[in-house]
Nanobody, 119 residues
């Protein structure tokens, strides 16, 4: 059974950086994508980025393009977040699914990690 565990969230000042980690267990990363998403209370989950474990293909939402980078090292997928802004404050999730920026397409989710950007 595939399990995903996020870590690395926390508090950061505007302009700062954080690196989130998504550790995947229970499966070999070679046949699906790992995506990063975020959600504010009462709002829809927003897709940020994914990386295909089959061919390494990546994609980013326009809201984070140029600031966030998705990386993979064996069974861990990272989201490097630079130049963070207050509007990046949210709970961040990783999930396993098809290589699309569509949250509803992903079926296996981690529990999330809180990111707070504030001065």
């Amino acid at each position: 059974q595939v399990q995903l565990v996020e870590s690395g969230g926390g508090f950061v000042r505007p302009g700062g950086s954080l690196r989130l980690s998504c550790e995947v267990s229970g499966a070999t990363l070679d046949s699906f994508a790992i995506g990063w998403f975020r959600q504010l209370p009462g709002q829809k989950r927003e897709a940020l980025s994914y990386i295909s474990t089959r061919d390494g293909r990546k994609d980013y939402a326009d809201s984070v393009k140029g600031r966030f980078t998705i990386l993979r090292d064996e069974n861990t997928v990272y989201l490097q977040m630079n130049n963070l802004m207050a509007e990046d404050t949210a709970v961040y999730f990783c999930a396993a699914g098809p290589p699309y920026l569509i949250p509803e397409a992903y079926k296996i989710w981690g529990r999330g990690t809180q990111v707070t950007v504030s001065s």
